[in-house]
C-alpha cells in the first residue's frame, strides 16, 4: 500500500465517526423542527437510546446476552431522583454525574455476578439482577417511592437559564448534547486496544485467554463502562420526566431494548440508535391504534429480523451500502 | 400531475379550514387509564361511565363540544403516565385530565397540573395523598381509607375481637392497612398480625396458614380489583379458614361485580364494605346502569370504575359550565368546591377542602339473585363519610 | 411441627405443578440445544384450550385435558418444524430472540383470540373444595398436582431408562453425531422428545391452572421460573429438574410464610447463589 493510501485507511474511520455524529445532530435537528409538540418523547426515546447502546457494548461487542439491563438504566434514574428528592442535588448535569457513577457501580455488580455462570446459567442470572434490584426498590420506599413511583424531581434549569418546562425543548437539547458526547467517546473505546480486546473475546474467548488476556476482568471492566452510559440514560429519563417508576428496572424494558437492539443491528452502536427510535416511534404510532396488537408486531418482527436480517437495520443496510459502494468503486475504477 | 398536486393542495386547505372550524368550540378532555392488558376491564368501565353520561347528557356544554382523547397506560407506570399526560396537553390541548386508575400514575401527573393549568379529575386511584398534592385535583371516586375504616366499626359490632390484616404490598393495600387497624384499635379491636405480600403473589396457602396461625376470629384482606383476588377469596375456602369460621373481611374491590361469576359460591355470605354496588336500589342508578350496560357491551362486566367515571364527567361539565368554556383551572375547580348532588350510588358532595368526594360507604353481602347471578346486597349504610385518611395526616 | 408439615406439603404442590411444565424445558434444553422461552407460552396454550373446552364446548375435565394436551401438540409440532429448528446450533443470544419473538406473537393471539381476563379451568366436583388431611385442609386439587407431579415423573423415568426410546434418547443427547452414525434417527427422537415435552407443559399448564392463573402474559411472567428451574436443575437430567423444582418450591414457600413482605427476594438470591456454585446446575452434565 502506498503512503497516500495508508493515509486515507487511517482517515477513513475518523471520517465515518464525524460523519456518523454529523448524522446524529442532523436527525436531531430535524426533530426539533418537525416535531415542536413531541419533544417529550423524543427525549424519552434518546435515554432508551443511551440504553440500547449501553446493551450494545456488552452483547453487540462482548458476545454476552443479557436480559438484565434496565437494572443498570433504573440504578441510574433512581440515583438522580434520590438525589434530587432527598440530598438537594438539583443541578442537572449533577444529576447526570450521579446517575453516571451509579450506573457504572450497578454494572460492576451485575458483571461480577454474571460471570459466575455460563450459557443459560448467565441469562438466568441477569434476569435475577434485574428483578432483584426491582424487588430492592420496591420494598426501599421511603427512599424510592415504592410502588408510587419517585415523584416531585425538580431540576434546576440549565446553566441557571434555561428551564425544564411542559414543553420539553431544554430536555430536549440537554438530551441530544449527551447523546453526541456519549456516541463520540465509545466510538473511540471501541476502536481502542480494549475494545479490539472486547470484541475478540466475543468471537472466541479461549483464544484470548491463551493469549494471556484476562477475560473476565476485560468483562467486568465493560460492564462497569456499559453501565455508566446505560445511567447517564436512566438519569436523563429523571431529568426529563421528573419522575422514576418501577418500570425503569423491570425485565419488560429489558427485553425492549434487546429488542431495539436486535432491530437495529449489534455491534456498531449505530444500529443500537436506529433500532431505539424505529421501535419507539413505532410503538407510539401502533399503540394508539391498539395496544395488545403491538406485542404481536414485535414478536413477529423480531423472528422476521432473526431469519432474514440478523444484522438488523442498520446492519443490513450498512451492509448494502459497503456493497454498493465496492460496486460503484470498481466501475469508477475501471472507467479509469 | 399538474392536476393532482393542485387538487391535492387544495383538499390540504379546505381540510385545514373545515379543522380550524371544527376546533373552535370543542373542549377537549384527556383520559389515561387502563386500556389494555390485565386491567383492559377496568379501563373499559371508564368509557362506559363516560359514554353512558354524554348519552344521558348530550355531548355539548353550551356552545361547547366535549371531546374525549383516550390514552392507554397498561400498568402503573407513572413515567409514561405522565409522558402521556404532557402530550395531551401540549399535542391535544386538553383543557381537563381525568381518570387514573393507579395512584403511581395520577401523582406523578400533579406537578404539571400548574403550569399546564388543567384541572385533574380523579375517577379511580384511591390514595387519600393525591389531592394534597395539588389544588387543582378533584377526586369522584374514594379512597381506601372511606371504605376501609367503616369495616372495622362492622367487625366490632359483630364482636369480632382480634384480626390479621393480609394486604398486597402497595400504596392503597398499606393504605387500607393502617386504615382498619388505626379504626379497629380504636374501637378496642386487637390486630394480632400484620401481612404484606407482593402484589405478584399467586399461591396465597403459606398465607392463610399463617392467618390459622395467629389465632385470629377474622381476616382483613386487601388485593387490588382483578386477577388476584380471586386466587385469594378461592384459596381462604380451600385451606379451610372458611370452614373454621374465620371470617373474611374486605372492602368491595375483592367482590367487584365483574369478578362474582367467576368466584361463584366460594363468595357467597362475604362482608364487604364500599362506596358502590351495581344493585342499588335508586332510580338515578337504575338509568345509569342501563346506560352503562347498553356502552360497555357484556352487563356482566359493569362495575365501579364507571360510576368514578360518571360522576367524574358530571363535575368536569359543571366546570366548564363554570368557566364558560374558558380554560380557567382554578376558577373551575373553585366552583365545584362544596357541589353537591344525586350520584347513582347515592348522594354526594366534593368537599370544599379536601375536594375529594363525600358519600354514603354501604355493608354489603354477597348473595345470589332469582336469575342465578351473584351480586353485592347493601344490608347497611354509613351516612356522608368523608375521607379519615386525610386527617390522619396521610 | 404442624407448620413445617403444611408449609411442606404447599411447598410440595408448587415444586411438582412446576415440575411437570419445567421438565419437557430440561429435556429439549439438554437434548436439542435450544433456549426456548416459548415453552411457556405452550404451557399457556393448553391452559387457553382446556378453559375454552370446558367452558365453551361443555366437555368434561378428562376429556378437556387429553383435548388441550393433543392441540397443543398440534400448534407446537409446525412451530418446531418451521421456526424453531432454524435456530438449532444458532448463538445463544439468537435463539433467545426467536423464541421470545414467538412468545410476544403468542401473547398477542392469545389476548385477541380470548381476550385480557384470567381464564378459569373449572374443576369437576372431585377436586373441588378442601380435603381433610388431619392437621390441616388442603385443597384438593393442590393433591391431584403432586399426585400428576408424581405420576409423570414416574413415567418419565420409565421411559428414559427402561424403553428403546429412552435409550436412543439418552444416546442423542451424550453425542448426537455418534448416536447418528450409529444408525438412531436423531431427527424422529427430536421431533418425538419435543412433542413430549410440549404435551407435559401443557398438562402441567392445566393442572396447575388454579396456582398459576391463565391469562395471557403468563407465558412472560412464569417463563423466568422455568429457566431458573432448568438452569438451577441442569439442563437435560430429570432428577435434577425434580430436585430443583423441589428446592426452588420450598424456598418460595417458605420463604412467603415466614417474610411474606420479601416475597420474591429470597428467591432470587438463592437463584444467585445456586448458579454461582453450580454453573452447570446442580445435577447438570458439563457440555463440552
Known amino acids: 500500500m502506498t503512503g497516500r493510501r495508508r493515509k486515507a485507511a487511517a482517515l477513513n474511520p475518523l471520517l465515518r465517526d464525524v460523519a456518523g455524529l454529523a448524522a446524529i445532530v442532523a436527525v436531531a435537528v430535524a426533530g426539533y423542527w418537525l416535531f415542536p409538540d413531541n419533544l417529550a418523547l423524543l427525549t424519552r426515546i434518546i435515554a432508551m437510546a443511551l440504553l440500547v447502546v449501553s446493551l450494545d457494548l456488552v452483547t453487540g461487542y462482548c458476545g454476552v446476552a443479557t436480559l438484565g439491563h434496565a437494572a443498570l438504566f433504573g440504578a441510574g434514574a433512581y440515583a438522580a431522583g434520590i438525589g434530587a428528592v432527598h440530598f438537594g442535588v438539583t443541578d442537572p448535569v449533577a444529576m447526570v454525574a450521579v446517575g453516571l457513577v451509579a450506573g457504572a457501580l450497578a454494572g460492576l455488580v451485575a458483571g461480577v455476578v454474571m460471570l459466575r455462570g455460563r450459557g443459560l446459567g448467565q441469562l438466568v442470572l441477569s434476569i435475577a439482577i434485574v428483578y432483584l434490584f426491582h424487588e430492592a426498590a420496591n420494598k426501599a420506599s421511603r427512599w424510592t417511592g415504592g410502588s408510587d413511583g419517585l415523584a416531585g424531581i425538580a431540576p434546576d434549569p440549565l446553566l441557571g437559564l434555561f428551564g425544564f418546562d411542559l414543553w420539553g425543548r431544554t430536555a430536549y437539547v440537554f438530551g441530544v448534547v449527551l447523546l453526541v458526547v456519549v456516541v463520540a467517546l465509545l466510538r473511540v473505546l471501541v476502536r481502542s486496544p480494549f475494545g479490539m480486546l472486547c470484541r475478540g473475546i466475543r468471537q472466541d474467548p479461549v483464544r484470548v485467554a491463551a493469549m494471556g488476556a484476562s477475560v473476565d476482568a476485560a468483562l467486568v471492566r465493560m460492564f462497569a463502562i456499559s453501565g455508566a452510559v446505560a445511567g447517564v440514560g436512566g438519569a436523563l429519563n429523571a431529568v426529563s420526566t421528573q419522575v422514576v417508576g418501577l418500570d425503569s428496572l423491570s425485565f419488560t424494558t429489558s427485553a425492549e431494548a434487546l429488542v431495539m437492539l436486535v432491530l437495529g443491528g449489534a455491534g456498531s452502536l449505530y444500529g443500537g440508535l436506529v433500532g431505539a427510535l424505529a421501535f419507539m416511534w413505532f410503538e407510539d404510532f401502533v399503540s394508539s391504534v391498539n395496544p395488545f396488537h403491538w406485542l404481536t408486531v414485535v414478536g413477529a418482527l423480531l423472528i422476521a429480523v432473526v431469519l432474514f436480517a440478523p444484522a438488523g437495520l442498520y446492519g443490513t443496510a450498512a451492509r448494502l451500502l459497503g456493497r454498493l459502494g465496492a460496486w460503484l468503486g470498481a466501475r469508477l475504477g475501471a472507467r479509469r | 400531475m399538474k392536476t393532482i398536486l393542485r387538487s391535492a393542495a387544495a383538499a390540504m386547505v379546505l381540510g385545514g379550514v373545515l379543522c380550524g372550524a371544527a376546533a373552535a368550540g370543542t373542549i377537549k378532555v384527556g383520559v389515561i387509564g387502563p386500556f389494555s392488558g390485565p386491567f383492559a376491564l377496568q379501563g373499559k368501565n371508564f368509557k362506559a361511565g363516560i359514554d353512558a353520561y354524554m348519552a344521558l347528557n348530550g355531548a355539548t356544554v353550551g356552545d361547547d363540544d366535549v371531546e374525549i382523547v383516550y390514552r392507554d397506560v397498561p400498568q402503573a407506570d407513572p413515567a409514561q403516565s405522565r409522558a402521556l399526560a404532557q402530550e395531551l396537553v401540549v399535542r391535544e390541548g386538553v383543557q381537563y385530565l381525568a381518570g387514573f386508575y393507579f395512584t403511581p400514575d395520577a401523582m406523578a401527573v400533579t406537578p404539571l397540573l400548574e403550569q399546564a393549568n388543567v384541572p385533574l379529575v380523579v375517577m ?137 361469576p367467576a368466584l361463584g359460591d366460594a363468595a357467597l355470605g362475604m362482608l364487604t364494605t364500599y362506596h358502590y354496588a351495581v344493585s342499588h336500589d335508586s332510580d338515578v342508578n337504575r338509568a345509569f346502569v342501563a346506560a352503562a350496560r347498553a356502552a360497555i357491551g357484556n352487563p356482566a362486566e359493569l362495575s365501579f370504575p364507571a360510576v368514578g367515571a360518571y360522576d367524574g364527567m358530571h363535575v368536569i361539565y359543571r366546570m366548564i359550565e363554570a368557566t364558560g368554556g374558558a380554560q380557567d383551572a382554578a376558577k373551575a375547580v373553585e366552583a365545584v368546591k362544596g357541589m353537591a348532588w344525586e350520584s347513582p350510588r347515592g348522594p354526594v358532595s366534593i368537599d370544599p377542602e379536601s375536594r375529594h368526594i363525600t358519600q354514603n360507604i354501604y355493608l354489603r353481602e354477597v348473595a345470589r339473585a332469582d336469575d342465578g347471578t351473584y351480586y353485592n346486597k347493601e344490608i347497611a349504610v354509613f351516612e356522608n363519610q368523608g375521607d379519615p385518611g386525610l386527617k390522619a395526616g396521610r | 411441627m404442624q407448620t413445617v408439615f403444611s408449609v411442606a406439603i404447599d411447598a410440595l404442590a408448587y415444586g411438582m405443578v412446576l415440575f411437570v411444565i419445567s421438565i419437557g424445558l430440561s429435556v429439549t434444553m439438554g437434548l436439542m440445544r435450544v433456549v426456548n422461552l416459548a415453552h411457556g407460552a405452550f404451557a399457556m396454550i393448553g391452559g387457553y384450550i382446556a378453559s375454552h373446552a370446558t367452558h365453551a364446548m361443555g366437555l368434561g375435565y378428562g376429556a378437556a385435558i387429553l383435548l388441550a394436551v393433543a392441540g397443543t401438540v398440534a400448534i407446537a409440532v409446525p412451530v418446531e418444524r418451521l421456526l424453531i429448528r432454524r435456530v438449532y446450533g444458532a448463538p445463544e443470544l439468537t435463539q433467545v430472540l426467536m423464541t421470545i419473538g414467538l412468545t410476544f406473537c403468542i401473547i398477542g393471539i392469545a389476548n385477541y383470540a380470548f381476550g385480557p381476563t384470567l381464564k378459569t379451568i373449572p374443576l369437576p366436583e372431585a377436586l373441588r373444595g378442601p380435603v381433610d388431611l388431619g392437621f390441616r385442609s388442603i385443597a384438593a386439587h393442590k393433591l391431584f398436582a403432586i399426585a400428576c407431579g408424581a405420576a409423570a415423573a414416574l413415567a418419565l423415568w420409565l421411559l428414559v431408562e427402561k424403553t428403546a426410546f429412552g435409550v436412543r434418547l439418552r444416546a442423542s443427547v451424550d453425542n448426537a453425531a455418534m448416536a447418528a452414525a450409529l444408525g438412531v434417527r436423531t431427527r424422529r427422537v427430536y421431533a418425538l422428545s419435543f412433542a413430549i415435552a410440549v404435551g407435559l407443559a401443557a398438562f402441567g399448564g392445566i393442572v396447575g391452572a388454579e396456582l398459576l392463573p391463565i391469562e395471557p402474559y403468563y407465558a412472560l411472567r412464569y417463563m423466568v421460573t422455568f429457566l431458573v428451574v432448568v438452569s438451577v436443575g441442569g439442563a437435560g437430567s430429570i432428577p435434577g429438574a425434580l430436585v430443583a423444582c423441589l428446592l426452588l418450591g420450598a424456598v418460595d414457600t417458605a420463604g412467603r410464610y415466614l417474610a411474606p413482605e420479601y416475597g420474591e427476594f429470597f428467591f432470587y438470591l438463592a437463584v444467585i447463589a445456586i448458579v454461582s456454585i453450580f454453573p452447570d446446575g446442580l445435577l447438570g452434565r458439563r457440555r463440552r
Open chain 2, 124 to 260: 379511580n386511584a384511591a390514595t387519600s395523598a393525591i389531592v394534597a398534592q395539588s389544588p387543582y385535583v378533584v377526586r369522584t371516586s374514594f379512597t381506601m381509607w372511606q371504605t376501609s375504616a367503616p369495616m372495622a366499626r362492622v367487625a366490632r359490632e359483630r364482636g369480632v375481637g382480634k384480626v390479621v390484616t393480609v394486604v398486597s404490598d402497595y400504596g392503597p393495600g398499606v393504605d387500607s392497612e393502617t386504615a382498619f387497624a388505626t379504626t379497629f384499635a380504636a374501637e378496642g379491636g386487637e390486630i394480632v398480625d400484620s401481612i404484606r405480600m407482593p402484589l405478584s403473589t399467586t399461591d396465597f396457602s403459606p398465607i392463610m396458614q399463617r392467618v390459622r396461625d395467629s389465632g385470629a376470629d377474622a381476616v382483613f384482606a386487601f388485593l387490588p380489583s382483578g386477577p388476584t383476588t380471586l386466587g385469594f377469596v378461592k384459596s381462604y375456602d380451600d385451606n379451610g379458614l372458611k370452614a373454621a369460621g374465620i371470617r373474611l373481611l374486605a372492602p368491595g374491590d375483592l367482590t367487584q361485580e365483574s369478578d362474582l
